[in-house]
């Protein structure tokens, strides 16, 4: 299994960004996927997250209304849309896939992790 993550870069507070994740992996209609993000000198924490059925997913506190998961299973693929972004924001972000069909917030309940593209909010 492979994650590959995208869309990371330079933006300015209020703006969006959209990151992708392209997997190659055999049944990943039938799993969970989610986004946490790790900024420097805190741990990996939980951004959103997304099951097999359309109804399940998880928003953190955090970026609850400002952010918004998607997945396209015909492209393999998981989207994190973020609007309103703030400095605080700013950290890598990481695509991670788990062998289970409901999402899960815990980083180590997740069993395949991407590379993590960066984000930077300016203010």
């Known amino acids: 299994v492979q994650l590959q993550a995208s869309g990371g870069g330079l933006v300015q507070a209020g703006g969006s960004l959209r990151l992708a994740c392209a997997a190659s992996w055999p049944t990943f209609n039938n799993n969970a996927l989610g986004w946490f993000r790790q900024a420097p000198g805190k741990e990996r924490e939980f951004v959103a997250g997304i099951g097999r059925a359309a109804g399940n997913i998880l928003y953190s506190d955090i970026v609850k209304g400002r952010f918004t998961i998607a997945r396209d299973n015909a492209k393999s693929t998981v989207y994190l849309q973020m609007n309103s972004l703030k400095p605080e924001d700013t950290a890598v972000y990481y695509c991670?896939?788990?062998?289970?069909?409901?999402?899960?917030?815990?980083?180590?309940?997740?069993?395949?992790w991407g590379q993590g593209t960066l984000v930077t909010v300016s203010s």
């Open positions: 991670a896939g788990r062998t289970s069909v409901y999402v899960g917030r815990l980083a180590s309940s997740y069993d395949y």
